[in-house]
């Protein structure tokens, strides 16, 4: 027998078409003031009032935190920290993509434990005291944030994204509902998929994998890669909302118990200097970083190319693995993913960049769960080739 693993969900997960209804319910459980923490998008969509609209038939009043204009960063924490104690809040609720849902995980953390939330990257310190109830309502299918014991906060003093995972940083409830992805325009869309896949993918071939999160990484596989296109080029349909919704929140729920790896270690530092969205940054890196570790982990790829090609059985191992590597590539760029030059950033900023971002990639962490752990060398390089890296590709016979 291999040794023992755990496995952490949110304690209640509604999903489907109409679950948002069930927030008043769930929030009158957890406390009697809601702090909405979401965005401008958000609440020009109506998303926002149609919350508190909810909350109210429950009988719970909210006061509401719309600063989260980009990824999230320690600035927005101490804004929305501020607004809660002041209105009292004891739930908080967040409406939004992973940037406002992780903003959301700090907020209720700090506004029980009183501590700077850096304080706890890396696992340098517990957390100590229970949160504010969190229910987390997302908006994209993508970072499956709703699912995860992990936050990532930009510490703008330093330029440095702050990835910490701890138990209590998971969110009390979850509540994807498909019908607010519809809103999502088609490059959120392609970038939040993409981001969902690396999810999955990184889950299943990290050295942390286990039997649970393989069963969820392979059915995020799976809803994923069926229904990702359907969404992007039929924004309108619900089936493939809800396909990407659940596949997303299993693809968190997978990599929050399993791991990330390489892929992640290297969107972060990116992210941060260059302030490229996350899912876009994911989407970036993601081919080029599976032909890094194609040779150790081939077994595995080989595992996804069914998701691809019904036929993929007839194929060596290594061809299924090499079919899996082609069909990511054609994945983005049939989703006009772009590279890093393709995004605007500039070379000679870069190419400063790259030592200091090869290591905050490596000192996070992830790099050493991937299936070839590379040394900070070979992360340098890894984004120079990913810079003007090419998706369009001839398919090899």
């Not at 944030?145 to 998971?170: F, R």
Request: net charge negative.
């Amino acid at each position: 027998m291999g040794e023992s693993n755990v496995f952490r969900t949110p304690q209640t997960i509604h999903y489907g078409k109409d679950a948002f209804k069930k927030i008043g319910k769930e929030a009158s459980e957890k406390g009697q003031k809601a702090l909405i923490i979401s965005d401008r998008i958000m609440e020009k969509l109506g998303y926002v009032s149609e919350c508190s609209d909810i909350l109210l038939q429950g009988r719970i009043e909210s006061a509401v935190y719309l600063g989260v204009e980009s990824e999230p960063t320690d600035v927005y924490v101490a804004e929305a920290l501020e607004l809660c104690k002041k209105e009292k809040c004891d739930v908080v609720i967040s409406v939004g993509g992973g940037s406002c849902i992780d903003t959301a995980k700090a907020v209720a953390v700090a506004a029980v434990n009183g501590i700077y939330i850096g304080e706890y990257m890396g696992g340098k310190k517990q957390i100590e005291q229970q949160p504010l109830p969190h229910i987390a309502v997302p908006t994209t299918a993508g970072t499956g944030s709703e699912a995860t014991d992990v936050t990532v906060i930009t510490d703008t003093t330093n330029d440095v994204k702050m990835m910490i995972k701890q138990p209590l940083l998971m969110p009390n409830v979850a509540i994807v509902d498909p019908v607010l992805s519809i809103s999502s325009p088609k490059s959120v869309t392609a970038a939040t998929g993409i981001d969902a896949l690396s999810h999955a993918v990184e889950a299943y071939i990290s050295k942390k994998a286990q039997s649970m999160t393989d069963t969820l990484a392979l059915s995020a596989i799976e809803q994923i890669v069926k229904n990702i296109r359907t969404a992007y080029n039929e924004g309108e349909n619900v089936a493939a909302r809800e396909a990407m919704s659940i596949g997303s929140m299993q693809a968190g729920m997978a990599f929050s118990n399993a791991s990330v790896c390489l892929v992640h270690g290297m969107s972060r530092p990116i992210g941060a200097l260059f302030h490229v969205p996350h899912g876009i940054s994911n989407a970036m890196l993601l081919p080029a970083v599976l032909d890094f570790s194609r040779d150790d982990c081939v077994n595995r790829l080989a595992d996804l190319a069914k998701f691809f090609d019904a036929d993929a059985d007839r194929l060596s191992k290594e061809e299924a693995a090499d079919l899996t590597v082609y069909e990511v590539k054609k994945l983005c760029y049939e989703l006009d993913v772009p590279n890093l030059q393709g995004w605007g950033i500039d070379q000679k900023n870069f190419e400063a960049a790259v030592s200091k971002m090869a290591e905050d990639a490596m000192a996070s962490g992830s790099p050493q769960n991937n299936p070839r752990v590379p040394t900070k060398e070979e992360v340098e390089e890894l984004y120079h080739v990913c810079f003007s890296y090419q998706f369009s590709i001839e398919k090899t016979s």
